[in-house]
């Protein structure tokens, strides 16, 4: 039986305050690459946040497009490193190599949607704006499908907010796992839910289906494993369940929940 939360803080966060710290070790660059990044903090910049945070039980995230900022991460124990986007042989062996205590999230949704979206929302995209664009999503494509095949753990999600990738897109990213970057839907589900919960540090107790975890649930007409684009469309959650309790309760038809549950 899936529990209810209580709606207290997990015992692991603080009950008030901040829970994680967020760098930025790397900055746009200049030149004619629309791509170029530089590295904008030092080493021992970056060991010191992770020094205090680690005194004081937090965690550090990281905006690291820059090989080097992704280095500095991985060198000084940042656990959730956004991006990696210019991440080179050397960097992606140190991911590997610290797989089971770091994550990746390459926050792919703002670039995807202003070349792909960005109209539809009133906003122009110049000629370096979008080579800029292209050139990040083939990037992060071919450095995201090798970190997966290296057993990094790689998640959906980041950078939402912009008019032209607002909250609540997040199955968008789902797709793009599995279009783009090659993942199975399966993994982009998994992605998106137990590794959730493990960056979260309730690894078997958030996004999994199990005795004794969190009732977060979303009952779905139809099947995503077959068709992740289905998770885009809101009127095909039958019934949404958050802490053990209906925010959408099911339909009244159970032959359209059989369905479903088929």
């Excluded at 995209?125 to 990094?152: C, F, H, P, Q, W």
């Excluded at 970057?181 to 959730?196: I, N, V, Y």
Aim: glycine share 10%; aromatic share 6%.
């Amino acid at each position: 039986m899936a529990r209810k939360n209580s709606g207290k803080p997990a015992g692991r966060l603080p009950a008030g305050g901040m829970d994680t710290f967020k760098i930025v070790p790397s900055a746009p660059g200049s030149g004619n690459d629309p791509l170029a990044e530089d590295t904008a903090m030092t080493d021992a910049e970056v060991a010191a946040v992770c020094e205090v945070a680690q005194q004081r039980n937090r965690r550090v995230a990281a905006h690291a497009r820059s090989a080097e900022a992704v280095k500095m991460c991985v060198r000084n124990g940042v656990q959730v490193i956004y991006h990696a986007t210019l991440a080179d042989e050397e960097a992606k062996d140190m991911l590997e190599a610290r797989k089971d205590s770091v994550f990746v999230a390459p926050a792919m949704g703002l670039p995807y949607g202003r070349l792909h979206e960005g109209e539809s929302y009133g906003v122009s995209t110049s000629d370096y704006l979008r080579a800029r664009a292209e050139k990040e999503i083939e990037t992060v494509s071919a450095n995201m499908a090798d970190l997966r095949a290296r057993g990094v753990r790689v998640l959906p999600g980041g950078d939402y907010g912009f008019k032209w990738n607002p909250h609540g897109r997040n199955a968008r990213d789902l797709f793009i796992f599995v279009d783009i970057f090659g993942f199975s839907p399966l993994e982009a589900l998994q992605a998106g839910t137990a590794l959730g919960g493990a960056l979260m540090g309730m690894g078997g107790e958030l996004g999994v289906v199990t005795e004794g975890a969190l009732a977060d649930l979303i009952l779905v007409n139809g099947d995503p494993v077959s068709d992740i684009r289905i998770l885009q469309d809101k009127d095909r959650f039958l019934a949404i369940m958050k802490n053990g309790e209906f925010h959408k309760s099911p339909p009244d038809d159970g032959a359209e929940l059989r369905v479903a549950a088929e």
